[in-house]
């Protein structure tokens, strides 16, 4: 595929006075997440003014399909109408309401229809703001279960290598990601890290499954030595995605059930990235046929509208914490929890997954997807080529400093071709929202293709 050379033109060069102004302003008073300032001396910031459907505008009109949909959280794209205008209705209703002491329709009803989405089997929802708090609070439910049961000497936890479940001092500790977690590395309280299961690990004549049962055998003899002391194991469910969207076979989570089962530990899904969808079923955990003992979510379950997190959990868990003595109750609260407006955009995001039969049309547009980057796929500086539901992930082949500027450089191109996409490291990956059509499936395939043979032959040059 030949590269449009007039897209070669940085973005920062063609911004009028107006954007250049709103980037001016936020480098001076916003400290941007998961960023080194001093990089935006030479890399774009986009400003945004708006978002209609896929695409992203920015303050001179130029449009961004956003691939990555916003870091994962937006399902059936930006300003949906449908979701509007439920918050709309709910906005004249009730913006805000403790949830210590008092109730409200929209975190019931959110509860109840996410239970039965379990089919009862995680039937308690508690709610939080964040994908980290989720993970803070499944953890600390797990400890405080096990103590309230008599066994305060459960207080150890299972993490899995390169697994990634947030940035908060509780979450880093079963974080195995060495960028966000080493600067903090003294205040952390870390966990037992058990081998991943990533099918880029296989030998040779290895499946994914056979890995996934390496992973598997190393987890049990971690259990055999220390099952005593572990309160749970937390993982997330089919890919790992903050590590490049290391993708394992459905048997290791199933193994990993039984494992907790034979072993008594508790199972913690993070479906904060993989859940509401993202991997083909509305839970991941159901590819592998079981379920966790709690299930974290967050990210797309609000649409990718408000900040929601939920940490659903089986009655056993929540009958251990049931009691006259306030001190055995679970003691973790913010102030927006179950904030009315961000459950109402969750329901509204459930009922477009009911009316519209998204499942099964993600399937679809997602093999499309896959069948028109094959060009893409076939070049001899990919490797790894994978897909799991609407995630679609492929390795560049490259070392040392081309490898090391591949994520800025690639992600600068993108733009330049009307696409947002940011790659892990040398993993490109696309996760756009759910309602591509026909044209932006073959755009985003196209352009992706120009963006990555851009980017190989642009050299290290930043």
Same mark, same amino acid.
């Given at each position: 595929?030949? $590269?449009?050379?007039?897209?070669? !033109?940085?973005?920062?060069? !063609? ?30 910031? /986009? ?28 399902? *059936? ?12 209705? %709910?906005?004249?209703?009730? &913006? ?12 019931? =009803? ?42 305060? =000497?459960?207080?150890? *936890? ?8 947030? =940035? ?8 195995? !990601? ?24 296989? %030998?040779?004549? &290895? ?82 046929? !079981?379920?966790?003992? *709690? ?67 993600? &399937? ?17 500086? /990919? ?9 679609? #992930? ?17 992600? &600068? ?40 043979? #851009?980017?190989?032959?642009?050299? $290290?040059?930043?």
């Amino acid at each position: 595929m030949n $590269v449009d050379a007039s897209r070669e !033109v940085s973005s920062t060069q !063609v911004r009028s006075e107006a954007s250049n102004d709103w980037v001016a302003r936020s480098l001076a008073a916003v400290w941007h997440p998961c960023t080194q300032m001093k990089h935006h001396e030479r890399l774009p910031l /986009v400003a945004v003014a708006r978002g209609s459907g896929a695409w992203l505008f920015d303050h001179d009109g130029r449009r961004y399909l956003d691939g990555i949909s916003s870091w994962w959280v937006n399902l *059936f794209g930006h300003a949906n109408p449908r979701i509007n205008a439920a918050l709309k209705a %709910q906005l004249d209703t009730l &913006e805000h309401a403790m949830l210590a002491g008092c109730t409200h329709t929209a975190a019931v =009803e959110l509860a109840e229809r996410l239970s039965r989405l379990t089919h009862g089997t995680l039937g308690h929802a508690f709610f939080a703001s964040d994908g980290a708090s989720a993970v803070e609070i499944a953890l600390k439910m797990s400890f405080h279960c096990w103590r309230n049961r008599g066994h305060d =000497e459960k207080r150890e *936890f299972v993490c899995i290598a390169n697994g990634y479940h947030g =940035e908060t001092i509780g979450a880093l500790g079963v974080t195995d !990601v060495a960028l966000f977690k080493d600067a903090y590395d003294p205040l952390i309280r870390c966990a037992h890290v058990a081998a991943s299961p990533d099918a880029r690990r296989a %030998q040779a004549g &290895e499946t994914a499954a056979d890995v996934a049962r390496r992973a598997l055998d190393d987890v049990r003899a971690l259990f055999e030595s220390r099952a005593g002391r572990i309160a749970a194991l937390i993982v997330e469910p089919l890919v790992q995605c903050a590590t490049g969207m290391a993708m394992h076979d459905t048997s290791y989570i199933a193994g990993l059930r039984a494992l907790c089962d034979e072993y008594d530990v508790h199972l913690i899904a993070d479906e904060i990235a993989v859940g509401c969808g993202r991997t083909g079923t509305f839970f991941a955990s159901e590819q592998a046929g !079981v379920w966790p003992d *709690f299930l974290c979510l967050s990210k797309g379950i609000s649409g990718g509208y408000l900040p929601l997190s939920i940490v659903l959990s089986r009655d056993e868990i929540f009958a251990a914490f049931y009691d006259d003595d306030t001190t055995r109750g679970f003691l973790h609260s913010h102030s927006y929890t179950g904030n009315p407006l961000a459950c109402r955009a969750a329901l509204a995001t459930l009922d477009l997954f009911e009316s519209d039969n998204v499942l099964a049309v993600n &399937e679809r547009k997602s093999a499309a997807l896959m069948e028109a980057l094959s060009p893409l796929l076939k070049h001899d500086a /990919v490797r790894h080529v994978r897909r799991c539901g609407t995630i679609i #992930a492929f390795d560049a082949a490259l070392e040392g400093d081309a490898a090391r500027t591949f994520s800025r450089r690639f992600f &600068e191109n993108a733009l330049s071709r009307e696409l947002l996409l940011r790659p892990i490291g040398t993993t490109v990956y696309l996760m756009p929202p759910y309602i591509l059509d026909e044209e932006e499936i073959a755009l985003i395939a196209a352009r992706t293709h120009e963006t990555f043979e #851009a980017t190989l032959a642009n050299g $290290v040059n930043r």
